[in-house]
């Protein structure tokens, strides 16, 4: 009750300065999405005050191209190790659960390395999909030097440069960013400090959120263009060191394309030569193609911050989370599965 009445006293706070304005907010994390949805956060903000979701489910702006490489390396007979959110994103003409492969659900990169040593006979790969969150766990288990039939499909991608790319088309029109508390535990804060826009990093509970949400809205309404922590206890500003030797010794920086987004500069992770055997495509000749997204479906907006789900025609008809039709509806992180499965809440 106590929580309710701070929450409100908050979207009070919004409404006031806000007033004659009209502001859009983007955010870029799933959990936060969770957040917002559950909490009916949306429905405390006034209508001139959007949050939308951007590219921040990771499994969401997995392109086709991917899904489809890592279906060709089940099919070839190699194992399949994954995350459960993955197995039934849409590639061009199958889902890893539609194909016919050996397709084994982990918690964690280590399981899948641990179950190559225990299968020397058998070739293991990762599907490694996640932001600067994950990559460093990839790039400890590799460091550890695993055996040698056992390899990863990199789809690491880093958010600042798909928030450059955002901000540099204007596409979707936006005043300022909630920055991701997990991500920036890792990355810290310096970074976003590049971006002239204004940006407060936030935690995960709801007040938290609507904590964020107001010192965002005031440093626009203020016209400042600022990086702000919400969320202090968790985020320094210069990230978490130990990790992010980790991703320099085994990753560099490279062009990747994103489901949604064409190929963004320097937004992806690749191995450095002396860990390229254990880069999956290269290893088994596999070449990445494009592929075009399932009609009807507007995940590529959605991820855009330019569509809502429920603009969508299919969504929760043709499109659940028992049959989904693109990827947003696929991830326990994705915006269109939120919404579906917490409400509208908008
Ligand atoms: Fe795509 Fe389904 Fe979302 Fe529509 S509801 S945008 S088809 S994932």
């Given at each position: 009750?106590?929580?309710?009445?701070?929450?409100?006293?908050?979207a009070d706070k919004i409404e006031k300065l806000a007033a004659g304005k009209e502001i859009k907010i983007m955010h870029v994390c799933g959990t936060h999405e969770y957040t917002i949805t559950k909490s009916g956060?949306?429905?405390l903000l006034p209508k001139n005050?959007?949050?939308?979701?951007?590219?921040?489910?990771?499994?969401?702006?997995?392109?086709?191209?991917?899904?489809?490489?890592i279906v060709e390396l089940a099919e070839k007979g190699k194992v399949i190790c994954t995350y459960g959110d993955l197995l039934r994103v849409p590639g061009t003409k199958s889902s890893l659960y539609d194909s016919v492969g050996d397709i084994h659900i982990v918690q964690s990169i280590s399981q899948a390395a641990d179950y190559a040593r225990e299968h020397p006979d058998r070739e293991v790969v990762f599907m490694a999909v996640g932001f600067e969150t994950t990559a460093p766990t990839t790039a400890a288990v590799l460091l550890t030097n695993p055996p040698d039939n056992f390899s990863v499909l990199?789809?690491?991608?880093?958010?600042?440069?798909?928030?450059?790319?955002?901000?540099?088309?204007?596409?979707?029109?936006?005043?300022?960013?909630?920055?991701?508390g997990h991500v920036c535990t890792i990355s810290g804060s310096e970074e976003y400090g590049q971006f002239k826009v204004p940006q407060v990093i936030a935690g995960f509970e709801?007040?938290?959120?609507?904590?964020?949400?107001?010192?965002?809205?005031k440093q626009i309404v203020e016209g400042r263009a600022e990086v702000e922590n919400a969320y202090a206890s968790a985020v320094k500003k210069e990230g978490n060191l130990k990790a992010k030797r980790m991703l320099s010794e085994v990753f560099e920086v490279c062009d990747i394309m994103w489901r949604g987004f064409p190929v963004i500069p320097s937004s992806g992770l690749k191995l450095k030569p002396q860990y390229e055997k254990?880069?999956?495509?290269?290893?088994?000749?596999?070449?990445?193609?494009?592929?075009a997204e399932t009609r009807g479906c507007l995940c590529n907006e959605i991820l855009r911050g330019v569509k809502d789900p429920v603009d969508c025609k299919l969504f929760g008809k043709a499109c659940t989370p028992l049959k989904p039709v693109g990827a947003c509806m696929v991830s326990t992180e994705g915006a269109c599965r939120i919404w579906y499965t917490y409400g509208k809440a908008v």
């Open positions: 009750m106590q929580e309710e009445q701070i929450a409100r006293g908050l956060i949306r429905s005050v959007k949050v939308v979701m951007g590219p921040g489910c990771p499994v969401c702006v997995t392109p086709q191209a991917e899904i489809d490489a990199v789809s690491h991608r880093l958010i600042p440069p798909a928030m450059k790319w955002l901000m540099e088309q204007g596409e979707a029109n936006l005043s300022g960013f909630l920055l991701p709801p007040l938290q959120v609507m904590y964020g949400l107001y010192m965002l809205v254990y880069d999956a495509l290269k290893k088994y000749g596999i070449t990445l193609k494009g592929g």
